[in-house]
């Protein structure tokens, strides 16, 4: 898997050469909105909803019929710096849940007619404590970009990504500050719960690992292995696995979202084919959205990761496919068109 990306110089030529949007879809998708039995623009966002799959699917009427859930666990050495309100050993065990069928992700895979892959990363052995060290090596880091990428086939019609990482709420943080600047204070959260000293021991985590890699914090990919972890490396390969193969993406929370940025630092619309599903109330979150210029689709309070915010949101885009395939034209149903 590793010789997928050989270096960090060649998957950022992966990143930098990405495939446009096929415009053509798209517009053939806007022109049959327009003729569809309801007011013009009266289904909001659920119209823009059916263009962008559309245009990333390269096909003028969009379908739902394969939705693939991948999740990505891996555990985080700064842990031990009591960033989170759980034991690292609770990533190994919700691993064990999602097998098991227990989880929230997996009653809302099955809620929304989508198939759940589970992918847990080296959890015996977790990355380095990135203020100490670089939380992996280059080869770490690219062996577990090239799992997510080889998780994701071009059969498939539309990607959730989501993590499970005990403490990677700090992790998701630090890259964010070392893509868009600002600092621990900026960007750090209470995920999974902490108190205002285990808040306090997150910011001071990130702000750590920020001046530890400041050398490297300039370079997307090398921010990512310096302060990320083996899950949010692999989210960032399937994103990016998901572009070349046409395949658009919903992206979960706070960590999914920061997990994938890295792909916006390094080309022009690199996250066009992605939509973040919500907004997690995870402090960080609406900021990064913000950073790179997407507004989430729903607002539902929700703070968990899994890829639950992207499960959530699947009703609503096959809500957006069933009425842009289904519909009829005003010709069709014999409707009188706008006066
Ligand atoms: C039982 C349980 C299930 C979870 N599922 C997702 N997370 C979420 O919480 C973790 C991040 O928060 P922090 O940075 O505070 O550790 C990640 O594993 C994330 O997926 C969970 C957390 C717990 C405790
Ligand atoms: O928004 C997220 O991704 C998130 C929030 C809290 C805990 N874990 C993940």
Redesign the pocket.
Known sequence: MTDRFASLDALRSACANLPAPDKGAGAAARARQAVLTKPPGSLGRLEWLAEWLAEWQRRPVPRLERVLVLVFAGNHGITRRGVSAFPASVTAQMVANFAAGGAAINQLCAAAGAELRVTALDLDAPTADFTEAPAMTEAEFLAAVATGYGAVSADIDLLCVG?MGIG??TT?AALAAALFGGDGEHWA?R??GVDDAGLARKRATVDAGLARHAAALSDPLAAAAALGGRELAAILGAVLAARHAGVPVLL??????AAAAPLARLAPGGLDHAVIAHA???AG?RKLAAALGKEPLLDLG????EAS?AAAAVPILRAAVACHAGMATFAEAGVDGKE
Do not use: K, P, Q, Y
């Open positions: 993590e990677n709420t998701a959260g995920g999974t979960d929370g706070f960590v999914s979202t997690s109330a995870e979150h929700m703070r968990l990761g915010g």
